[in-house]
């Protein structure tokens, strides 16, 4: 479809001085895309002037006359057609934007659309008195990158190029009045926000420290999962002497087939050659190139007091599929039911999905005899953090049984739970001022990797104190840098930093 118009205006002022002028130079045909109507392309014939500045000081010496709302200089398409597939560029990208656009009626290729999405300018700022920074990856493990957060707004204002704290204080220089800063517990971003705006609160957020609390409980757990698992040992002794135990071989089997699994052998052999390479002085970096490990990989086996640190939950954490229902095959063996595949049939109807020859194999040793009492296998070491960590109110009683069993077998893990608990009560009741109190606390009991993070909170004082006293999280960062990732995915990994960030500022 094609539609024929003229311009009417007599006089139209100069582009570039801006002096009004009535002097026609020439007049040509503007061919311009205009939406689409019904599904067909529509095209705007425009007859076009050419007029003559009479400004003899302007450097323009003739300009065509614009028609506002439709026509833009140098374009082909009408300011409606532009914002139309500048949104649809923003909303789907590439590819998709353009099998949108087909469907609208305007063909256009993915790379018009991106190209669109880069000639468009950045909001402006504007003043921001709270701002949120976290990193993302541009390329997860290699290169790191920087979102910038009105929190105020709940808008992304800026991205970075890195997570550099150089970085981050040339654009606090660069925009000031920056009042709080929200951010997570890297120190560069605390290095880069007290050099670019040394005036500003800055409150560590209280999800990551939160998230680094359990990463040190999961240590303290490791280390004293051996206390749980006598525990549990002591158990076992006092059914052995309760009831003839002829699963004993069985169950030495499996411990056989514990201790000689390929990762435990290969766990142990590593520790070995980590501990080794310490011993002569080695750093991290140079037993990475030796042995060929990741960095965490090398920081956890050289940090570890023992190798039972490194096999916690290996030996045990790996319990039979039949652990929960222990309990009623030996009832059901003890009053008289024999038949195994009746007990498997009954097992599997309470949701056991192991085959029948795994409940052969363990009850075979009990024939002729009576079933022991059933001893469950010791929780992993994951699972006792995870129950540490929860609300009381969210464990099941089974959980609750376990959690309190766990707590009296180890005074030192029972001494973590309380710390935790108060911890979680003072983040979000958001009583900063037991800081002080609890790090002492902690000081007080035989738990050095609850030291460890005491010590980092330490020396992260004021923002940790800020971010258990004050209402502000970077729970919006989080949020804008989930939103970044779908720009990534929508984009097929194609994107350079600088589409991604027009993505991210704009949308």
């Not at 529509?42 to 003899?56: A, D, S």
């Not at 970075?160 to 951010?183: F, K, M, N």
């Not at 939160?210 to 059914?239: I, N, P, S």
Request: aromatic share 6%; with cysteine.
């Amino acid at each position: 479809m094609r539609i024929a118009a003229r311009t009417g205006s007599e006089v139209v002022a100069c582009r570039g001085c801006g002096t009004p002028s009535a002097r026609v130079h020439d007049r040509y045909r503007r061919r311009l895309q205009d939406l689409a109507c019904g599904g067909r392309p529509v095209q705007v014939e425009l007859e076009v002037r050419r007029f003559i500045c009479g400004n003899p000081a302007c450097l323009v010496a003739t300009f065509a006359e614009q028609v506002p709302g439709l026509t833009a200089k140098q374009q082909r398409r009408t300011a409606g057609l532009r914002g139309l597939l500048e949104r649809v560029a923003l909303a789907l990208a590439g590819r998709a934007g353009s099998r949108l656009a087909g469907a609208l009626g305007t063909i256009v290729s993915r790379f018009t659309l991106i190209r669109l999405v880069r000639a468009l300018p950045d909001p402006e700022i504007g003043r921001v008195t709270v701002l949120g920074v976290d990193d993302w990856a541009k390329r997860r493990g290699h290169s790191y990158a920087s979102v910038l957060v009105d929190m105020a707004g709940h808008r992304i204002i800026d991205v970075l190029p890195d997570r550099e704290a150089a970085t981050l204080a040339e654009w606090l220089r660069a925009h000031p009045g920056v009042e709080v800063i929200c951010r997570d517990r890297a120190s560069a971003y605390a290095l880069g926000g007290r050099e670019g705006a040394p005036d500003a609160q800055q409150v560590a957020d209280r999800w990551h420290m939160w998230d680094d609390l359990r990463e040190y409980a999961d240590k303290t757990v490791a280390a004293h999962h051996r206390c749980v698992k006598e525990h549990y040992v002591a158990l076992a002794q006092v059914a052995e002497e309760q009831a003839p135990n002829p699963g004993q071989v069985a169950e030495q089997k499996t411990i056989d087939h514990a201790e000689n699994r390929a990762r435990v052998v290969k766990a142990r052999e590593r520790y070995r050659q980590v501990q080794a390479l310490k011993a002569e002085g080695k750093s991290h970096a140079a037993i990475q190139r030796e042995l060929r490990l990741a960095p965490m990989t090398v920081r956890k086996y050289s940090r570890a007091q023992s190798v039972d640190e490194v096999v916690a939950g290996t030996l045990t954490g790996w319990p039979s599929m039949l652990d929960d229902y222990k309990p009623h095959l030996h009832e059901r063996w003890n009053s008289g039911c024999a038949n195994i595949q009746q007990l498997h049939r009954e097992i599997t109807a309470l949701g056991f999905r192991g085959s029948y020859g795994t409940v052969y194999a363990y009850l075979a040793p009990f024939k002729g005899s009576a079933a022991p009492p059933a001893v469950p296998a010791p929780p992993k070491a994951r699972h006792i953090t995870s129950w540490i960590r929860r609300r009381p109110d969210n464990l099941g009683p089974d959980e609750q049984r376990k959690l309190k069993e766990v707590l009296a077998a180890c005074p030192h893990l029972d001494a973590l739970h309380g710390h935790i608990k108060t911890f979680a009560q003072m983040m979000t009741e958001r009583q900063g001022q037991r800081l002080d109190a609890w790090i002492d606390a902690v000081r007080a009991d035989d738990l050095p990797h609850l030291h460890s993070f005491a010590n980092g909170l330490e020396r992260d004082h004021a923002a940790v104190l800020n971010g258990l006293t004050l209402p502000y999280s970077s729970g919006v960062v989080e949020g804008k840098v989930c939103k970044i990732k779908f720009f990534k995915r929508l984009m097929f990994g194609r994107a350079n930093y600088d589409l991604l960030r027009k993505m991210a500022l704009l949308n």
